[in-house]
């Protein structure tokens, strides 16, 4: 029988994304309102707290099992910003191509060899609002921050981030490529290997 399960977010591109990863187990996504979505607060300090934040809100709301993620871009040159602010880096609305300005602005003066970043995911799953066992998965996917943005797949500042080993931005993958390597692909890969117990 399959299982519903909500996925606290209102995007579904992230939706498909993680259907794909999830796929080979009889789970059925189920996304909330936006309006649900924007009315919680992500008032944690680390990507653990604010997916655990999304995910007891979504739970209490629906009545179901709910997954959410919280994932960002850490730069190492600027002390891990803009970390659990990433979607919202240059300020409301949250707007991609501003934050990859804003990015490029403030590591202007930061030399190529320093620009060193990561991916961080963390993807959490609650089988009900007050679950004091949550199933945990985190991903990180390394990587640099170019100068100039490059490729049109993605989204987010994919365009600025430079796989060295295969010499291309995350932009530049297709969805296959990234789905095998990526930061989400890694916490989901964790994930699923919890969730087979569940479901």
């Known amino acids: 029988m399959t299982a519903t399960i909500?996925?606290?977010?209102?995007?579904?591109?992230?939706?498909e994304?993680?259907?794909?990863?999830?796929?080979?187990?009889d789970i059925e996504l189920v996304l909330?309102?936006?309006?649900?979505?924007?009315?919680?607060?992500?008032?944690?300090?680390?990507?653990?707290?604010?997916a655990l934040i999304k995910a007891r809100a979504v739970s209490a709301l629906t009545q179901l099992p709910t997954i959410a993620d919280?994932?960002?871009?850490?730069?190492?040159?600027?002390?891990?910003?803009?970390?659990?602010?990433?979607?919202r880096y240059a300020g409301e609305p949250s707007?991609?191509?501003?934050?990859?300005?804003?990015?490029?602005?403030?590591?202007?003066?930061?030399?190529d060899g320093k620009r060193?970043?990561?991916?961080?995911?963390?993807l959490v799953y609650l089988r009900y609002q007050d679950d004091p066992v949550p199933l945990i998965g985190i991903g990180s996917w390394e990587g640099e921050i170019l100068r100039e943005p490059r490729g049109n797949q993605g989204f987010g500042y994919d365009p600025l981030f430079f796989v060295s080993g295969l010499k291309r931005?995350?932009?530049?993958?297709?969805?296959?490529?990234?789905?095998?390597?990526?930061?989400?692909?890694?916490a989901?890969?964790?994930?699923?290997?919890?969730?087979?117990?569940?479901?």
């Open 6 to 15: 909500a996925l606290a977010t209102s995007n579904e591109g992230k939706r």
């Open 17 to 25: 994304e993680l259907a794909r990863l999830f796929d080979g187990l």
């Open 32 to 50: 909330p309102s936006a309006s649900v979505m924007s009315e919680i607060e992500e008032t944690g300090l680390t990507f653990i707290e604010n």
């Open 70 to 87: 919280d994932s960002g871009l850490s730069v190492e040159a600027l002390n891990g910003i803009p970390g659990i602010h990433s979607a």
């Open 95 to 111: 707007d991609a191509a501003r934050n990859n300005e804003k990015l490029l602005a403030t590591m202007h003066d930061v030399p």
């Open 116 to 122: 060193s970043a990561s991916f961080q995911c963390v």
């Open 169 to 186: 931005t995350a932009a530049e993958l297709s969805t296959v490529e990234k789905n095998a390597i990526s930061h989400r692909a890694k």
């Open 188 to 199: 989901a890969e964790q994930l699923f290997a919890k969730l087979q117990y569940e479901h």
